[in-house]
């Protein structure tokens, strides 16, 4: 297909000089200027006029390429033609990435036993994708926007914490009711925004969250206010700890006691967790509620003259979300053995929310990958120092330019007659409360 | 009133502030029969459907239901949800409402979700999968095949309904009104926007649907090829307020209908008064 003749080379350098202008205006006394306050408090400052020409240069055949690039790709909606071999290879591809990235992630404490930090960021990365996961459950699926995930996440923590500090109860004892009382605030949540939409739903989850920090932090008597709590007592497998000493596992087993292997329990703790989350979502999707879920994203009102109970609906919805928000959070507690409420702010709500919705929402593949991408890319870009926040930010915009909908960009559907075709989410709703 | 009434709607009034939408409104639609309500834009047609149907608190009256066990229920006390839940009223909407990144057959099935919730067990036996729900989703799989095939989508179970051209959407929902096995099916314009051979294929459907299943239906309609052709009884509305009632013979002869309805064409509508006093 020969592409359509777009302008001529003269409208590209104009746009080109005119972009770069403007970012020598903006740039000229960010990054032209760099002031400081010196040894007696006066103000010194200093010219980086080469890293200024370096930026407009940059930008100027930026936008070059983004120029030849979009004439080259045609106006919006120009449909590609891809040759049917490498449609096929592309559709094995996608099948593919589920499972090979599940054996991938069962091998990686095999692979990098001896990489302690690999091992913390595969942990770091499973509980935001266990996090994504429960999240998706009330954002993805049900559409109602939860800005105070956090919370769940905090109360899941905390009565970990509380439980077995207190009564010394064992953590597969309190992993259960970590869960049980996490939905039990969700459900409490879920009361008073049963009116809610859209933006106002946002708000009051929002604070919702806010609350439930400040909670902790001055309730000092029971949670040690910003103190938080501290030894925490670690997991153990089924009873036997995995420390050194006649009764820990490695004595058992006969074999030298080793700090790595608390890592990898953990390891596959969250892993197990993680999947148990995603096997349950799976499940209910295919089960009247969950599809009473994506009905209620879809259309609220369809739902009520089809004699669904909204209310209870939306009620499941947050307990379910909660609740594994609320096993994360037990899990988070014993791997840290110390929490406080600084773990518990806004930030990580927005974070796991922003796991979601580039994931594409309601999509479980999608939720594991942006997890990899926002947790693995961020330290990826360490080597960055300075300039971390701002490749991360860029590359952020580019993703959601690049996938709107998110990576996953489309549906399955929960029952089929003949064939199950992926549903494009433009057709989807993204639901309004 | 006719003692086999399956909705008696008694001094119905709708209120909004100052503004009368319904009026002292009161008809019968009966057991098994096809019921149209007509009137021009504005009559307040709509706004019936929204009482009957539990979206909106009527401001007064009364709206009762008759299973055919003779178990009655009164409409005005139950809201939302509960009307299609237990009274088993189902209806459509003017503007289509399908679940629109749901395929055809999705759509079906959340329209058994009270039969498959409680099949599910509330979700627990559902999901261990046992086998007693793994039945009952298999049955209500082949009732929505049922449907399918009955409105001539089964070739496109699987298709995003929101794909779906528009003579099918209506259809679809339609359809998806009728899985929820109600005793009263409420449709607002159903031929809204079809074209001749669709609107012929619509009446066909709607007499199907009252020969195989025995459901009343009440409906909505501005086009009075469907209206004359199915209805067995036509209340016409204008204001607020019911004009005229009777059969679809009754009713196109009626100087207050024509008067109401072809407010355009005075001339006719003058000369057909005047004939008639």
């Given at each position: 297909?020969?592409?359509?003749r ?15 202008l ?9 990054i032209?200027?760099?002031t ?16 200024l020409?370096?930026?407009v ?5 930026g936008?070059?390429v983004?120029?030849?690039?979009r004439?080259?790709?045609?106006p919006?909606?120009?449909?590609k033609?891809?040759?049917p071999?490498?449609q096929?290879g592309?559709?094995?591809a996608?099948r ?9 992630t069962?091998l990686v404490p ?5 990489q302690r930090?690999?091992l913390d ?8 994708v266990?996090?994504?996961w429960g ?10 926007l939860d ?6 996440y ?8 509380l ?13 259960p009711?970590a869960?049980?009382?996490?939905a ?10 049963l ?10 989850t929002?604070?919702f969250g806010e ?10 008597s029971?949670t040690?206010?910003?103190n ?14 995995l ?12 074999i ?10 953990l390891?596959?703790l969250?892993?197990?967790?993680a ?6 979502t799976?499940r209910l ?22 004699g669904?109970n909204?209310?209870?609906?939306k ?10 928000g609320g096993f994360?959070g ?5 791997r840290?053995g ?13 974070l796991?929310l922003?796991i ?26 360490r ?12 590359a952020?915009?580019?993703l959601m330019?690049?996938?709107?909908r998110?990576?996953?960009g489309h549906?399955?559907?929960t029952?089929f007659l003949?064939?199950?075709?992926a549903i494009s989410?433009?057709?989807a709703r993204?639901g309004?409360g | 009133?006719s003692?086999?009434?399956?909705l008696?709607?008694?001094h119905l009034s709708?209120?909004?502030?100052g503004?009368v ?17 007509i ?7 709509t706004?019936?459907?929204?009482c009957?149907?539990g979206?909106?608190?009527?401001t ?13 229920i ?9 009307i299609?839940?237990?009274?088993r ?5 003017q503007?289509?409402?399908?679940f ?9 099935m ?5 039969a498959l ?5 509330l979700t627990?036996i559902?999901l ?5 729900w793994?039945?009952?989703e ?13 409105i ?5 179970a699987?298709d995003?309904?929101?794909n779906l ?8 929902e339609?359809?998806?009104?009728m899985?929820?096995e109600?005793a009263?099916l ?13 609107s012929?294929?619509?009446?066909e459907?709607?007499?199907s649907i ?12 501005h086009d ?9 009884h ?13 059969t679809?013979?009754?009713?196109r ?6 008067a109401?309805y ?11 008064m005047?004939g008639?006093t």
């Amino acid at each position: 297909m020969p592409a359509p003749r777009g302008p001529g080379v003269a409208f590209i350098f104009k746009k080109a000089l005119i972009s770069a202008l403007v970012a020598l205006v903006l740039f000229s006394l960010m990054i032209g200027i760099r002031t400081e306050a010196g040894p007696n408090g006066q103000l010194i400052y200093w010219t980086r006029f080469g890293d200024l020409a370096a930026m407009v240069a940059t930008v100027f055949g930026g936008s070059i390429v983004m120029e030849l690039l979009r004439q080259w790709w045609g106006p919006v909606g120009t449909v590609k033609v891809i040759p049917p071999s490498v449609q096929a290879g592309l559709a094995v591809a996608r099948r593919a990435i589920a499972p090979v990235l599940l054996i991938f992630t069962f091998l990686v404490p095999v692979i990098f036993y001896n990489q302690r930090y690999i091992l913390d960021l595969g942990i770091l990365v499973l509980t935001y994708v266990m996090l994504g996961w429960g999240l998706n459950v009330v954002v993805g699926l049900a559409g109602l926007l939860d800005l105070g995930y956090v919370a769940f996440y905090a109360v899941g923590a905390y009565s970990y914490a509380l439980l077995a500090t207190n009564f010394g109860l064992s953590f597969w004892v309190c992993l259960p009711l970590a869960g049980i009382l996490a939905a039990c605030w969700g459900v409490m949540l879920g009361f008073p925004v049963l009116r809610l939409r859209g933006d106002y739903l946002a708000i009051v989850t929002l604070a919702f969250g806010e609350i439930i920090r400040l909670v902790i932090i001055n309730w000092q008597s029971l949670t040690g206010g910003p103190n938080g709590v501290s030894g925490i007592p670690r997991p153990t497998l089924f009873g036997i700890p995995l420390a050194p000493g006649p009764d820990g596992l490695s004595a058992r087993l006969g074999i030298e006691f080793s700090p790595t292997h608390r890592i990898v329990f953990l390891f596959y703790l969250i892993l197990a967790l993680a999947l148990l989350t995603n096997w349950v979502t799976i499940r209910l999707r295919r089960l009247p509620i969950g599809r009473a879920w994506e009905a209620l994203r879809e259309d609220e009102v369809a739902c009520r003259a089809l004699g669904i109970n909204t209310t209870t609906t939306k009620l499941t919805a947050f307990a379910t979300g909660a609740m594994f928000g609320g096993f994360a959070g037990a899990f988070f507690a014993t791997r840290q053995g110390f929490i406080s409420p600084e773990s518990f702010t806004f930030q990580e709500s927005a974070l796991v929310l922003a796991i979601v919705v580039l994931g594409g929402m309601g999509s479980q593949l999608g939720v594991a990958l942006a997890a990899l991408t926002m947790i693995g890319g961020f330290e990826l870009f360490r080597g960055l120092e300075q300039y971390r926040m701002l490749v991360f930010g860029l590359a952020m915009v580019l993703l959601m330019i690049w996938r709107p909908r998110g990576l996953i960009g489309h549906r399955a559907p929960t029952v089929f007659l003949r064939h199950s075709q992926a549903i494009s989410s433009e057709l989807a709703r993204e639901g309004r409360g | 009133m006719s003692s086999d009434s399956i909705l008696a709607v008694d001094h119905l009034s709708m209120r909004f502030g100052g503004i009368v939408a319904v009026n002292d409104l009161s008809f019968a639609a009966e057991r098994g029969k096809i019921t149209a309500l007509i009137g021009p834009n504005g009559a307040g047609k709509t706004t019936v459907f929204n009482c009957i149907t539990g979206f909106y608190r009527r401001t007064s009256g009364t709206m009762r239901l008759t299973h055919e066990d003779g178990r009655a229920i009164q409409l005005e006390r139950l809201n939302d949800f509960r009307i299609s839940k237990q009274a088993r009223v189902a209806r459509t909407f003017q503007n289509i409402r399908l679940f629109p990144g749901m395929t055809a057959l999705e759509n079906l099935m959340v329209a058994q979700h009270n039969a498959l919730m409680r099949a599910s067990g509330l979700t627990l036996i559902g999901l261990i999968g046992a086998p007693s729900w793994r039945a009952a989703e298999k049955r209500a799989i082949d009732r929505a095949t049922l449907w399918l095939d009955r409105i001539g989508l089964s070739d496109r179970a699987d298709d995003a309904a929101g794909n779906l051209p528009y003579g099918d959407q209506r259809r679809l929902e339609i359809a998806r009104a009728m899985c929820t096995e109600p005793a009263l099916l409420c449709l607002d314009e159903p031929a809204a926007g079809l074209n001749a051979r669709e609107s012929a294929g619509l009446s066909e459907l709607l007499l199907s649907i009252r020969a195989d299943h025995g459901t009343s239906i009440l409906l909505i309609e501005h086009d009075m090829s469907v209206v004359m052709e199915i209805s067995d009884h036509v209340v016409v509305m204008d204001y607020g307020v019911k004009i005229a009632e009777g059969t679809p013979q009754q009713v196109r002869d009626d100087p207050r209908v024509i008067a109401a309805y072809l407010g355009a064409d005075e001339q006719e509508a003058i000369a057909v008064m005047e004939g008639g006093t």
